[in-house]
């Protein structure tokens, strides 16, 4: 199963229907096997959700097309962030036999389905809760579940853990990476943590200018260590010792201390201790932020 995508491109009216044409992708051109876990970054607005929409029929491109090769009735999973499309009323299980039917999954392969999703997600004591009393975190992993009822082919993963806490993102992580490899499903995996990517993902490819550029591993490792992703904590009367060598952004102030981080993208957090040690500047606090990539 290989998705290949030849000459994409996209644009979208700035303003509304009168607006300006804006263009979101050009030329976009890859493709994505079975077994590959393909990690998406790049800045918020660059395209990702776009991308994704447009593999998944939700929105056409201007130009270039989209093959699906090998095998028949092929089926695509999508998860992003959004439980509105539940039905809050019912339980979680009447949820998910619902959709299997839209899927035109027989009642016993569903039931089948159910079962084996939550208990390798450890959801079966909610599966008959009414949606609407579940969690935000535990609503996600249910969209996740749908996604995964008819054992899709390809999977499209737009921030999946959003609204999970760490422990429950974890497990999350580790269980869906572990169904990925063992039903050889191709995937593209959508998301700001690095992390989250460095645990699943055998590819990696970044989204900015328009483009979709492939990375190294060692090239998200150094996205990942930016100095900017790190807020630093400092006595106020040392900053004068440091703001002639290089610039900086000063995030909050107390009467004593103040909170320091910086935009520039080649600096890493090792290199920028460095120079705070060589001025003999005491280090109070630091802050990582999130563990998120910066684009």
Known sequence: MTIKVTDISKSFNDNGIFGK?????KEVSFEVASGDIVGLIGPNGSG???LLKILLGLIEPDQGKVELIGGEDKYMGYVNTNSRSFFWRISARDNLVFFGRLLNMSDHRINESIQELSESFSLTPLLDRP??????????VFNIVR????KPDYLFLDEPTTSLDLSAS???????STII????IATIWCSHNFNELSQTCNKYWHVSK????????SDLL??????SNYFIEISKDSLARINDEIELDVLRETSDTIIISQEEKTNTISSFIKILFEKQIDILSIQNRSNEIKN
């Open 21 to 25: 044409k804006k263009e979101v992708l």
């Open 48 to 50: 990702k959700t776009t």
């Open 131 to 140: 949606f609407m009393l579940l969690s935000s975190g535990q609503m996600q």
């Open 147 to 150: 996604a995964l009822l008819k």
């Open 170 to 176: 974890n497990n999350l992580i580790r269980v869906l």
């Open 181 to 184: 490899s063992e039903r050889n």
């Open 210 to 217: 328009k483009k979709i550029k492939v990375i190294e591993y």
């Open 222 to 227: 150094k996205r990942k260590e930016c100095m």
